[in-house]
């Protein structure tokens, strides 16, 4: 009895309709991941808009554009300003030092400035501040940063007490420490995403910049930043995300006051913050007055993202 032969051909047929098999198995798991997603993304978004239904109702627009926030019964005003105020004011501080700091250390720790095990290092720690978690940035904001800050904000309030910014003495938790504070959270994201955009571009752009007789730093700006510019926004808003969201550190040092003022000195509150302090001892309509300021968190994070969306797009289309 002979043994069966395979003709090349044959065994060439059958491997691809393995690897086709495998590609329709791959493509249909991910896109059910993806959808699973978008599922539970959805499923959120409507259990806040179902639970804050009473609260639209009772206060519509307006609970944006009010500040009285008295959950005592019977009276039961809510309005949101000052929180939202507090949540951008915060989260435009905390990106207005961590971008800057950020893509200068993405940009260090991806070119070869130091050796690469000065680098490896670096970026390791780097990494380890993400795994700190929030209540020890809050403890350490308590008893070391606003410690620090005070006498700064002091000679601030003395010397340029007649700019709005600084109208008023510190007076310990307030908007400044709490913005410190996210910026070193934020601060991790915002590298990592930036170096790994930065690492993962073709050699071929660096060399052709350089052969055409760009310098070292008109490479990096001119070329591999609008190259990656992509991966750094889209770092940027993870890490505006995590500004907007933090609970536990903000909590702890801004201060909760729900009121607005001018002064980054000043104590002040987020949307996070508010959720914090009140949820857990919330009943009635105030439940659904925090779940309308979750809501409008939500909305806020969607917009920022679309408009990021929207900026990395127009510089696609520049480069």
């Known amino acids: 009895m002979s043994a069966p032969t395979f003709s090349r051909d044959s065994a060439f047929k059958e491997r691809s309709e393995g690897e086709k098999a495998l590609d329709k198995a791959f493509i249909g798991l991910t896109t059910a991941f993806a959808v699973g997603i978008g599922v539970i993304l959805l499923s959120i978004a409507l259990v806040v808009l179902f639970r804050s239904i009473p609260a639209i109702g009772a206060y519509g627009l307006g609970f944006l554009t009010t500040s009285a926030w008295n959950p005592v019964q019977g009276r039961e005003e809510f309005g949101a300003l000052p929180v939202?105020?507090?949540?951008?004011?915060?989260?435009?501080?905390?990106?207005?030092?961590?971008?800057?700091?950020?893509?200068?250390?993405?940009i260090f720790l991806s070119e070869n400035f130091i050796p690469l095990q000065i680098r490896t290092v670096l970026v390791f720690l780097v990494e380890l501040l993400a795994a700190i978690p929030s209540v020890v940035y809050g403890l350490w904001g308590i008893f070391v940063l606003i410690p620090l800050i005070n006498p700064i904000g002091n000679w601030l309030h003395d010397t340029l007490g007649w700019i709005p910014l600084f109208s008023t003495p510190p007076s310990g938790p307030g908007m400044l420490p709490a913005g410190i504070v996210l910026a070193i959270m934020i601060l991790p994201i915002i590298i990592a995403i930036s170096r790994d955009s930065l690492a993962s571009l073709p050699p071929d752009l660096r060399q052709a910049s350089l052969g055409l007789g760009a310098t070292r730093w008109e490479t990096i700006f001119r070329v591999l930043i609008p190259a990656a510019f992509s991966g750094i926004v889209g770092g940027i808003m993870l890490a505006l995300g995590r500004a907007m969201g933090e609970t536990m550190a903000v909590t702890m040092i801004i201060g909760n006051s729900n009121r607005i003022s001018p002064s980054v000195l000043e104590p002040a509150n987020t949307i996070a913050s508010l959720l914090a302090n009140q949820f857990a001892e919330a009943s009635g309509m105030q439940v659904s007055a925090l779940m309308y300021a979750g809501l409008v968190l939500l909305i806020l994070t969607l917009v920022v993202n679309v408009l990021a969306q929207a900026i990395v797009n127009r510089v696609r289309a520049k480069y």
């Open 84 to 106: 939202i105020y507090g949540t951008l004011v915060s989260s435009f501080i905390a990106l207005s030092i961590a971008v800057p700091l950020g893509l200068g250390a993405a």
